[in-house]
């Protein structure tokens, strides 16, 4: 394949990003490979990320937005805290290579304006509604880590399957001991 001018090469990078993160983890991409993926020159992705890192840290503050997104919907639409828990999630096994460049910032510019203003937005909803709950200041990061150690034993295939019948009922289940 030749390279070509693309119209959007931003979006053509990091959906090949995603692709790329899905078949080999954030670990095995680089740029001549999003390049070739994405059906530009090499110089593309360079030009508009500068690195490996500046492709990641665009990747995860897309996916801190696509949870903000998913966890607003969940809480608005339910009112219901162990709802948003699920959306959580359900984000994580839907956008794996988001979710997983998003927790790791040896892997992205962690200091990056946009990433911390999606991270924000994301973290906001997430002790918003944990507060609606509980008073205790740390409901939030119990629930937090309830539902992200969850969605990672459950990508990484950790749990036994004969135990769950699926993530949305089992996360919904789990949430509901802390949050009955």
Do not use: C, Q
């Amino acid at each position: 394949m030749s390279p070509y001018h693309h119209g959007d090469l931003r979006r053509a990078v990091l959906d090949a990003a995603v692709a790329a993160i899905t078949e080999h983890g954030p670990a095995g991409i680089s740029l001549r490979d999003l390049a070739r993926r994405a059906g530009v020159s090499h110089a593309g992705p360079v030009h508009h990320f500068g690195d490996k890192a500046g492709v990641l840290t665009a990747l995860a503050a897309e996916g801190f937005g696509l949870l903000a997104d998913a966890l607003a919907a969940a809480g608005g639409r339910t009112r219901d805290f162990a709802e948003v828990g699920v959306a959580y999630v359900r984000f994580a096994i839907e956008h794996r290579a988001h979710f997983e460049v998003m927790f790791r910032p040896e892997l992205h510019r962690a200091d990056d304006a946009a990433l911390a203003v999606a991270r924000d937005r994301a973290g906001l909803l997430l002790t918003s509604g944990a507060s609606s709950v509980s008073d205790d200041a740390m409901a939030g990061v119990a629930a937090w880590s309830l539902m992200h150690g969850f969605a990672n034993l459950w990508l990484t295939g950790a749990l036994r399957a004969e135990h769950l019948e699926d993530p949305d009922t089992a996360a919904r289940a789990i949430a509901r001991i802390l949050f009955p």
